[in-house]
């Protein structure tokens, strides 16, 4: 599907960043994984296309062994995606899986990462990616403890440390409209967007170090938003942006 939109604004923001030679990380993040399906087969040929690795956010509870096999290229790699994805939240709260205090929260976790551990050895990047992005204070400080190097949600991150031993690495381009039923977001708002959080960046409003991150939904999507996604990586790829694979920086976070 080609789409028919303007870059020039994002291109002209990636022009800035080579002409002050600033290095520009950028990683990807995909969530809700539970076995193979058309759609993952379709995710990973895209990243093979892009040579551009994607963080496979894995329901442990829900977790085919099968995808052990399906990772083992190395193009899609493993991160805990909280237990179950099922809602906690109390009555009336935008929904959280782990945003909430209450009983079990790290035994739940602990459980995902050993779950993965035994699916994908190896393979497993130890981040975790609390459903909803929504996660509760005192777990988050607890969560090195249980093994864990790192921790993904949405917006640019205050601090590199969410906690002692655990570093924060979140995704901050969403190209679906969830508040709207699905779909894309109109292309044009989401590029102006991107810009906006390049621009702060630049500008040292924002982390400069932390990988910009698309984050994406396989089983989800329609034409269009296969197209974007596609289109939003390829042009940023092209216009200097450096891919980030997360497992390879073992404890060394960026």
């Not at 990243?47 to 096999?69: G, Q």
């Not at 995704?171 to 699905?182: A, E, N, Q, S, V």
Request: include cysteine; aromatic fraction near 6%; charged fraction near 25%.
């Amino acid at each position: 599907m080609q789409m028919r939109v303007d870059w020039s604004p994002l291109d002209a923001e990636l022009a800035i960043w080579r002409a002050e030679r600033l290095d520009l990380p950028i990683w990807w993040r995909d969530d809700d994984a539970t076995g193979q399906t058309p759609a993952l087969a379709r995710l990973q040929g895209l990243a093979e296309k892009l040579a551009m690795p994607v963080h496979l956010a894995v329901i442990p509870k829900h977790a085919d062994a099968s995808l052990a096999a399906v990772c083992a290229s190395g193009i899609l790699i493993p991160v805990v995606h909280g237990w179950a994805h099922e809602n906690h939240a109390p009555a009336g709260a935008k929904k959280a899986e782990f945003g909430n205090a209450r009983k079990g929260l790290e035994e739940e976790a602990a459980a995902g990462l050993a779950r993965l551990e035994a699916i994908f050895d190896e393979q497993l990047c130890r981040i975790f990616v609390p459903p909803w992005n929504r996660i509760d204070a005192g777990l988050t400080t607890r969560l090195a403890d249980l093994g864990y190097l790192g921790v993904s949600t949405f917006t640019p991150r205050r601090d590199r440390w969410a906690a002692p031993g655990l570093v924060q690495i979140n995704t901050h381009i969403d190209p679906i409209d969830w508040r709207g039923g699905g779909g894309l977001v109109p292309a044009e708002r989401q590029i102006i967007n991107i810009v906006n959080i390049l621009r702060d960046r630049r500008h040292g409003n924002t982390d400069r170090a932390e990988p910009l991150g698309l984050l994406t939904h396989h089983l989800v999507h329609d034409a269009a938003i296969w197209a974007f996604s596609e289109a939003c990586l390829g042009r940023l790829l092209e216009g200097g942006a450096r891919p980030v694979d997360l497992r390879s920086c073992g404890a060394a976070l960026p």
